[in-house]
Nanobody, 123 residues
């Protein structure tokens, strides 16, 4: 049974930084894609970044150069380092995972497993 648990959200001023974590358990696939999505009130869920089992990262244009996705395979944790935060980054952030490559990583229907979300507020 795969479980994803996010943490690290909070409130920060514009220009500040946060690091989100996603602890994965029950996940034993050798080939996988793990991603971060976000959803602001009244908006559709948006793919922010993804990383595959080989460590290749992908980003939506609006966060390139500011966010970094990474993973620690020793304890099965996914991270999202967010720097130079802007008010428009405010949203509920979700961790997602699925088997296979990250070929369609921005599409949320590609992911079978989701965390409960962690709130990020930038003022």
């Amino acid at each position: 049974h795969v479980q994803l648990v996010e943490s690290g959200g909070g409130s920060v001023q514009a220009g500040g930084s946060l690091r989100l974590s996603c602890a994965a358990s029950g996940y034993t696939y050798s080939s996988y894609c793990m991603g971060w999505f976000r959803q602001a009130p009244g908006k559709e869920r948006e793919g922010v970044a993804a990383i595959d089992s080989e460590g290749n990262g992908s980003y939506v244009d609006s966060v390139k150069g500011r966010f970094t996705i990474s993973q620690d395979n020793t304890d099965h944790t996914l991270y999202l380092q967010m720097n130079s935060l802007k008010p428009e980054d405010s949203a509920m952030y979700y961790c997602a995972a699925d088997r296979g490559a990250c070929l369609r990583w921005v599409h949320d229907d590609e992911y079978a497993y989701w965390g409960q979300g962690t709130q990020v507020t930038v003022s």
